[in-house]
Structures are given as structure tokens and as C-alpha cells.
């Protein structure tokens, strides 16, 4: 009986030991499926599959995370060539992971995608691909794609010098939440006061390029000033739109959005060094004619504008340490200017804004002293009040682009006001606020004609309207 028993037993023992052995022989046969963009042999240089023999790169391997507590373990894996395809109410989303971005890609022991998004980072694409909060406690969340919802590879960006890894990702399309007001403001109120304000700019500029009357040295140089306007709000509408990276360069934007500011107040600072200088000289009878004047300080602030702009160009790419960036989850990250190109065209802001200032004060103050007016200086003082209240304006408009780069909500939000603002407030005191251009206008297109005679008009009208025939 007793041999029997460890007959069966041992039997039952072998058993045992197979079936265990064959699970696990099956369970080691289950491969885990990857995801690879280009064929094996291949890796992303600038968005396209390139041979490893045309890289100095090595071929991509997936690393594998799992969590800290648990014994790791690599799993068997098999390569599937092929982009994922993206269901209807998807749309393809492209991640690149290096270092310093703020998106990090983990792949799992099951196959499985994960996709950290760093909350202190790219603050509106992660709104637009997930649909999160700011109020999140955490300091970052994630999103799991399984087998055919992604495609992984490595990715060699020769523009920004960069090795990342990459992966297309099959994102669930997630409606704009325009009842968000961070996103109303930024990305509907904001472009919206961009148009206006370039419209005003504009009219200002077209006014004073257009009637004869008003094209001497005063009208050319505001309507220089007002078109270098026109590019700065032009270069700022595109940066407002961070998710339109695959076509355009935030880079150049920043240049152009600086540059043309810095520009804009040179161009004020030539206006009013001219009117100081005109009651400064004994003899305003100068042999110099307008034309030449203006090409002397087109020159001068197109010279001087080329010389900073370069400085701070150098600045940026041989001293900046810190380079900021832009994106890093649609299209590969892209340089902004950083803080020390930035401000060497800020400082010589400064040094326009209070050089303007001693020129509004030593003007004043020789006006005060003189005790007769010729027909020049009448007209100069109405100049010299214009130049004054452009100062005024483009000044606090400075001083709050300048409040906004801190990048505190309520700041912005009031330099959007501001922009707008001062835009309007330029069109009313070098169009409507001059009762000269208004009649020109009420003359030439019978529009802001509010009943006006030539009695009682600036200076010299009389004479405008006898010359022009009126």
C-alpha cells in the first residue's frame, strides 16, 4: 500500500514540475510588442528615416521603467515597424524627451507608453492635449498608450543639436474650453487687440504718408515710427500662438518683435531731438531741406539699430548659459530669446526713455524764455506737444510689456489693456487730436470735418487752404 502511494505521489511531483514548466515556457514566449517609426536599421534625422550608416548614431533600443519598489526585469520584446493610425476622434500628437524638456517618455514592462508632462512647463499645450487644470496639486501628470496608439524611435535634430527620443502619439482629440478665461484672454481677447491695434498704427501711418500737406520731417519720421509699431504687433501676434511651432520660427519672431520696438523708439527719440534742436537754433532758415534731414536720421536709427540688434544676437548665442525654449511636445523645442539678448535692447530703451526726458525738459524750459514766436516755432510747438504725449504713452506701454515678462496672470492680462490702449491713444493724438490733419481730412475725403472754418486753426491753415485750392 505504502509504495503505491509514493508511486502516485511522485507521479503527481512530475506533473507538476511539467505543467509548470511548459506555463513557463509559454509566459517567456509572449513577446512584448514595441512600436518602432522607421525600420530597424533606421532612426529620425530632422523628421525623416535616415539610414544608421548616413549617422554617427547607434541603432534604438527601448529602455525599459518600471517601478521603484519592484524587482526590474526586462521583458522579451518584439519590434512592429509602423505609425500608429489615429482613430477619428484622434488626432497625432509628436513628443520628443531630452534632458531639459518638459515632457519625459517611460515605456513599460507591458508594452505600455507613458507620457510625464511637467506641469511647471507648457502650461497651454498641456491644456490642449489633456485637458488639465492649473489647480492640480501634482507637480506632473501622465497619460498611458497602449500598442498600436504610439510609435517610438530615436531622433537626431542637427538644428538645436540634439539626440531626444521620440514618439508619435495617438492623442483623444479634447475640445477647446473657451468658458477657460486664461485661455479667452491669451488666445481670442489678446490676437483680437493685436488686429486693432495694428489698424491704428497703420492709419496713422498711411495718413501721414498719403496727404502732401503732412509729409515733411515730422510726418515721415511718425510714420516710421508707427509701421516699426506695426512689425513689433505683427511679430507679437505670433508668439502668441505657441502651438503653431512646425511653422514659423519663435526665434526670429522675438528679433523682430524687439528689434522693431527698440526701432520705434529711436525713431521718437529723433523726433524729438529735431524739435529741441529747432528751438535750440537761432536760425531755423537751414539750407538742409527735409529730405536730406530724413535720410541723415534714417541712418542714424537704422545704423544704430543694426549695431545693438547684432550685440544683443552675440549676446544670445555666445553668452546666454540659460537658453529658454518653446514646445517640445508638437514640434521639437525651439529657441526664444533668452534674458541677456533681452536686455541689451531693454537698456538702450532706458537710455531713449530718459534721454527723451531731458529733451521734453530742456524744451519746456526754452520755450518758457522766448518771448516771440516766427511761424516755424508755432508750428514746432505743436510738434513738441505731440512728441510729449507719444512719450507719455509709448513709455507706459514699456513699462508694462516690461511688468508682463514676469509672467504673473494679472500682469499680462493688464499689458493685453495697455497694448490696446496705447495704440488708440496714438491714433488720437497724431490724427484726431490735431485739428491741422483733421482738416486736412475733412478736406481730402470729407470725413472728421466738424464744421470748421479757418478761423481759429493751429497755425497757417489759411494759407493750406488758399495753396491747396480749397
Known amino acids: 500500500m505504502y509504495p503505491t502511494r509514493s508511486l502516485l ?3 503527481a511531483i512530475v506533473f507538476w514540475a511539467a505543467s509548470t514548466r511548459t506555463l513557463a515556457g ?4 509572449a513577446a512584448v510588442s514595441i512600436g518602432k517609426c522607421c525600420e530597424p536599421e ?3 534625422m530632422d523628421d525623416r528615416c535616415t539610414p544608421l550608416k548616413e549617422t554617427n548614431e547607434t541603432k534604438w533600443r527601448p529602455e525599459f521603467a518600471s517601478a521603484p519598489s519592484s524587482k526590474f526585469v526586462e521583458p522579451e520584446y518584439e519590434l512592429k515597424i509602423g505609425r500608429p493610425r489615429c482613430a477619428s476622434d484622434e488626432h497625432q500628437w509628436h513628443v520628443y524627451y531630452y534632458p531639459t524638456g518638459p515632457d519625459r517618455l517611460a515605456i513599460l514592462p507591458s508594452g505600455v507608453l507613458r507620457h510625464y508632462v511637467d506641469l511647471a512647463r507648457g502650461m497651454d499645450e498641456k491644456q490642449e492635449v489633456y485637458g488639465a487644470s492649473e489647480n492640480d496639486e501634482s507637480e506632473s501628470i501622465y497619460h498611458d498608450y497602449q500598442f ?8 537626431v535634430l542637427n538644428g538645436d543639436g540634439l539626440v531626444a527620443m521620440y514618439a508619435m502619439l495617438c492623442v483623444p482629440t479634447v475640445a477647446v474650453r473657451w468658458s477657460d478665461t486664461n485661455y479667452l484672454l491669451r488666445h481670442a481677447v489678446d490676437p483680437a487687440f493685436h488686429a486693432i491695434s495694428m489698424a491704428c498704427y497703420l492709419i496713422v501711418a498711411v495718413v501721414y504718408f498719403v496727404l502732401p500737406q503732412l509729409r515733411d520731417l515730422v510726418g515721415n519720421i511718425i510714420t516710421s515710427m508707427t509701421l516699426c509699431l506695426v512689425a513689433n504687433q505683427c511679430a507679437s501676434t505670433v508668439r502668441i500662438f505657441t502651438e503653431l511651432g512646425n511653422h514659423v520660427s519663435f526665434l526670429i519672431a522675438d528679433t ?3 528689434v522693431s520696438l527698440m ?6 527719440s529723433t523726433l524729438g531731438y529735431y524739435v529741441w534742436n529747432t528751438f535750440k537754433s537761432r536760425n531755423v532758415f537751414l539750407r538742409v531741406t527735409d529730405g536730406k534731414k530724413y535720410c541723415y536720421y534714417s541712418s542714424w536709427v537704422w545704423g544704430l539699430v543694426a549695431c545693438i540688434a547684432g550685440t544683443a544676437m552675440f549676446a544670445h548665442f555666445a553668452l546666454e548659459t540659460d537658453k529658454p525654449t518653446v514646445g517640445g511636445m508638437s514640434y521639437p523645442a525651439q529657441e526664444t ?3 541677456l539678448g533681452i536686455t541689451v535692447m ?6 531713449t526713455v530718459m534721454i527723451d526726458l531731458c529733451l521734453v525738459l530742456t524744451t519746456a524750459n526754452r520755450i518758457k524764455r522766448m518771448s516771440t514766436y516766427g511761424r516755424i516755432h508755432h508750428k514746432m510747438k505743436y510738434s513738441f506737444r505731440m512728441f510729449v504725449f507719444l512719450y507719455v504713452i509709448m513709455s507706459a506701454g514699456w513699462i508694462s510689456l516690461l511688468l508682463s515678462q514676469l509672467k504673473y496672470d494679472a500682469l499680462v492680462y493688464c499689458h493685453i489693456v495697455v497694448n490696446l490702449s496705447q495704440a488708440l491713444l496714438v491714433l488720437y493724438v497724431c490724427v484726431f487730436g490735431q485739428r491741422r490733419v483733421t482738416f486736412l481730412l475733412g478736406k481730402t475725403c470729407n470725413c472728421c470735418n466738424y464744421g470748421d472754418t479757418t478761423e481759429g486753426l493751429d497755425w497757417g491753415e489759411e494759407m493750406t487752404a488758399i495753396n491747396a485750392g480749397y
Open 42 to 44: 533606421e532612426i529620425l
Open 148 to 155: 498600436g496608439h504610439y510609435c517610438a524611435d530615436k531622433a
Open 256 to 258: 523682430v518683435m524687439y
Open 9 to 11: 505521489t511522485s507521479l
Open 263 to 268: 526701432a520705434a523708439f529711436f525713431w521718437l
Open 26 to 29: 509559454t509566459a517567456g514566449d
Open 337 to 339: 530669446m533668452g534674458w
Open 346 to 351: 531693454f537698456m538702450c530703451i532706458a537710455f
